[in-house]
């Protein structure tokens, strides 16, 4: 079945440098790659997302890339700020099963201040 | 608006009971879709609902089972309890294929 794995599991880093998470997907048939922040106590909230027919995206200082090719993609956070820590997850899914996300394992993001 | 609202936000429950969790959708979603999550892991997909019925079904037991009432809301029905249903469950409402996740009720069995 489908399988999402996601790197790295833990991140710290200086407030104002990036971060950067990768994930893999294993079914050449997802099209859609949302992902989500998930701070303590709440539900994921999704933060960006991207269509197999687009390559990169930018939203303020969060980018996100895809290489259908490898089954790749990843999550950029520019300019990291204390309140970008949270757990981040990745997952993929098709557009005729939009409600059916397959997540990865998370990455707990920490920023040193 | 209040998003996705689930109830109630802590459950304990012993093995062998049955649980009953509840979710309404945002105003305007019609599709709700039911997650697990284990502690430290992502959340896996348990099934969704639309129009009353069950459309999608992961890879979950028929101990796991659920309703979609006429104003959109659901309830998550899990019976026969077993240790290793304590999680985090969370319910997720759509009508665009974009998913809204509630905060989620957290279920402990002891």
């Known amino acids: 079945g489908e399988n999402v794995e996601q790197h790295p599991s833990t991140l710290s880093v200086q407030e104002g440098d990036s971060a950067v998470i990768k994930c893999t997907y294993s079914?050449?048939?997802?099209?859609?790659f949302p992902w989500y922040k998930q701070e303590l106590g709440k539900g994921p909230q999704l933060i960006i997302d991207i269509r197999s027919n687009v390559g990169e995206k930018k939203d303020q200082r969060i980018a996100v890339t895809l290489n259908k090719t490898a089954k790749h993609f990843s999550l950029h956070i520019t300019e990291t700020q204390p309140e970008d820590s949270a757990v981040y997850f990745c997952?993929?899914?098709?557009?005729?099963?939009?409600?059916?996300?397959?997540f990865g394992s998370g990455t707990r993001l920490s920023i040193r201040p | 608006d209040a998003g996705v609202t689930q109830s109630p936000t802590h459950l304990i429950k012993t093995r062998g009971q049955q649980v009953t969790l509840r979710c309404s959708p945002k105003s305007g979603h019609d599709t709700v879709s039911w997650y697990q999550q284990a502690l430290g892991q992502g959340p896996q997909f348990i099934f969704q609902?639309?129009?009353?019925?069950?459309?999608q079904r992961g890879n979950f037991p028929d101990r796991f089972s659920g309703h979609q009432f006429p104003n959109y809301s659901s309830e998550l029905n899990v019976n026969a309890l077993l240790l290793g249903d304590s999680a985090l469950y969370l319910c997720?409402?759509?009508?665009?294929?974009?998913?809204?996740f509630g905060p989620g009720t957290r279920l402990t069995v002891l």
């Open positions: 079914d050449s048939a997802s099209n859609y």
């Open positions: 609902y639309y129009e009353e019925e069950e459309r």
């Open positions: 997720a409402s759509s009508n665009t294929g974009v998913l809204l």
């Open positions: 997952a993929a899914s098709t557009y005729s099963s939009a409600s059916k996300i397959i």
